[in-house]
């Protein structure tokens, strides 16, 4: 079996189309096709059903895949002990979410263009269950998360700091300056927030699901702190996104405290080798990540 064969098979396996696989190789979509027909022959077994537009994993493609995985990843790790080159390099995909890759980011962002030119990020945008399943796939290499939960199936993951909530609203809000507020408090309270599989905005959903009050989505964290902003409602967001806001006033936190705690989490494939590339971006978002949530 030659290893670019099984690359190929890998990355069909992983995205389920020969076209998609095709382009993340930058080979043709013949040249795929070619190489898992050569596969097969040489194995002399079919890896894939084909299903008209659509293909799947025969029961020899699925017990060929975890020996594939370990073949091209001891491949990888032999090309990196042999390196001649003492500054890292490769590409890190890497899944993560707005409210990550704007505000706890930046300096681990700038910290590696700056110490590691050679080692190019490639930032996903992903919430929690589409992460997880390309980190599963092997499409991304990490992937940052910010989940309840720390334990997720077919993944190791690593808790970087604690995420603290807060309740925000305008300054002129009816609730603004009230305190002890409860659940049953909000009902009669416009929320405002995000896209649906955020965590927090699915959590205070469910939170609030038995008064349910009106919501307004906003898609963005910056068009839903202007919305809050204006006046249109409250909004439950990590602090980090609102702390320029409520240190200038334009917000306001209010005196209601969510009853579940969120963990920024960096989390690879369980049982997958990581490049020295890799490792190293995972010890600096240890680093930078845990310094910069540190209560000053």
Do not use: N
Request: glycine share 8%.
């Amino acid at each position: 079996m030659e290893l670019r064969l099984l690359v190929a098979f890998e990355k069909v396996a992983d995205v389920l189309s020969f076209t998609r696989a095709a382009a993340d190789l930058g080979y043709a979509q013949s040249s795929v096709t070619g190489q898992i027909r050569s596969l097969e022959t040489s194995l002399g077994v079919e890896l894939f059903e084909r299903l008209g537009s659509r293909i799947r994993l025969t029961e020899a493609g699925e017990r060929l895949l975890p020996y594939a995985r370990r073949m091209t990843e001891l491949a990888e790790e032999a090309r990196t002990a042999v390196a001649t080159a003492a500054e890292p390099t490769g590409t890190i995909a890497v899944g993560t979410m707005e409210s990550l890759t704007s505000y706890r980011l930046p300096p681990l962002l700038e910290y590696f263009h700056h110490r590691y030119p050679k080692v190019r990020l490639t930032l996903r945008p992903t919430l929690g269950d589409a992460t997880r399943q390309a980190l599963r796939q092997g499409t991304y290499d990490v992937g940052f998360l910010m989940e309840p939960g720390t334990e997720h199936e077919g993944l190791e993951s690593e808790v970087l700091a604690p995420e603290p909530l807060v309740l925000v609203a305008g300054p002129g809000h009816t609730l603004a300056g009230r305190t002890g507020l409860t659940s049953a408090d909000l009902a009669a309270a416009h929320l405002v927030g995000t896209e649906p599989g955020c965590p927090y905005r699915d959590l205070f959903e469910e939170e609030l699901r038995e008064w349910a009050p009106p919501f307004m989505e906003f898609g963005t964290i910056e068009a839903t702190k202007r919305g809050v902003t204006s006046g249109l409602g409250v909004a439950l967001l990590p602090r980090v996104t609102v702390a320029e806001e409520l240190a200038s006033g334009t917000l306001v936190a209010l005196d209601w405290e969510a009853p579940f705690t969120l963990f920024t989490q960096l989390a690879w494939r369980r049982g997958k080798k990581l490049p020295p590339h890799v490792r190293l971006f995972v010890e600096q978002a240890r680093r930078l990540v845990s310094e910069q949530s540190r209560p000053v």
